[in-house]
């Protein structure tokens, strides 16, 4: 089957997931639909990534004029916003978003979530805000009554290896292993 040509289409380089929402879809207020989410962290030193990122902006910017316009002019992609944020200017005082930039993507739509292997992941435990991964992600053009900007949906992401949790809980596996058998009949 051939690979369709998508230009607001990116699959991420190796990133960490922050506020993953993954297997259950979360409301941001009452009056909002719930949606799976994830903060995908990239460092800033994955050029790759960030000039796809770019890019996939950029195309959704241009396919999204008509969108974007409020029937007079097309404002400049400069002066909407856009998903790609610098974790040292919003969030300086996150460790996690230091040096790098983020991207918030959701969507109504569970994701496919894969290990390295591409094999389905079925237990929630292994995917938690800490882990590295990629994501398939697509860009695209909006208006609402108080804003205009490019955001990010999420398709899919792909579990790459165990990193340590955000947001302070830790994992079971983490708090027990070490762990000797007290005697407890004693």
Same mark, same amino acid.
């Given at each position: 089957?051939? *690979?369709?040509?998508?230009?607001? *289409?990116?699959?991420?380089?190796?990133?960490?997931? $922050?506020?993953?929402n !993954?297997?259950?879809?979360?409301?941001?207020?009452?009056?909002?639909?719930?949606?799976?989410s994830?903060?995908?962290i @990239?460092?800033? $030193?994955?050029?790759? %990534?960030?000039?796809?990122?770019k890019?996939a902006?950029?195309?959704?910017?241009?396919?999204?004029?008509?969108?974007?316009?409020?029937g007079?002019?097309?404002?400049? !992609?400069? $002066?909407?916003? %856009?998903? !790609?944020?610098?974790?040292?200017?919003?969030?300086?005082?996150?460790?996690?978003?230091?040096?790098?930039?983020?991207?918030?993507? /959701?969507?109504?739509?569970?994701?496919?979530?894969v290990?390295?292997?591409?094999q389905?992941?079925l237990?929630? $435990?292994?995917?938690?805000?800490g882990?590295? #991964?990629r994501?398939? @992600?697509?860009?695209?053009?909006?208006?609402?009554? %108080?804003?205009? #900007?490019?955001?990010? #949906?999420?398709q /899919?992401?792909?579990?790459?290896?165990?990193?340590?949790?955000?947001?302070?809980h830790?994992?079971?596996?983490?708090d027990?292993?070490?762990?000797?058998?007290?005697?407890?009949?004693?």
């Amino acid at each position: 089957m051939a *690979k369709i040509n998508n230009p607001t *289409k990116v699959v991420t380089g190796i990133c960490r997931f $922050s506020y993953a929402n !993954l297997w259950e879809p979360k409301a941001m207020d009452e009056n909002s639909k719930a949606k799976y989410s994830v903060s995908l962290i @990239i460092p800033k $030193s994955d050029t790759k %990534t960030l000039d796809k990122v770019k890019a996939a902006i950029q195309a959704a910017y241009e396919e999204g004029k008509n969108k974007l316009s409020n029937g007079k002019s097309v404002p400049t !992609l400069n $002066s909407i916003k %856009t998903p !790609l944020r610098d974790g040292d200017i919003d969030r300086p005082d996150d460790e996690a978003y230091a040096n790098s930039y983020f991207i918030n993507a /959701n969507s109504i739509i569970a994701p496919g979530i894969v290990d390295a292997d591409c094999q389905a992941i079925l237990d929630h $435990s292994e995917v938690y805000s800490g882990i590295y #991964g990629r994501a398939s @992600i697509n860009f695209y053009a909006y208006k609402t009554n %108080t804003a205009r #900007g490019i955001a990010c #949906g999420l398709q /899919n992401v792909q579990k790459i290896r165990d990193g340590e949790p955000l947001g302070g809980h830790s994992r079971a596996e983490d708090d027990f292993a070490d762990l000797e058998d007290d005697d407890f009949l004693n």
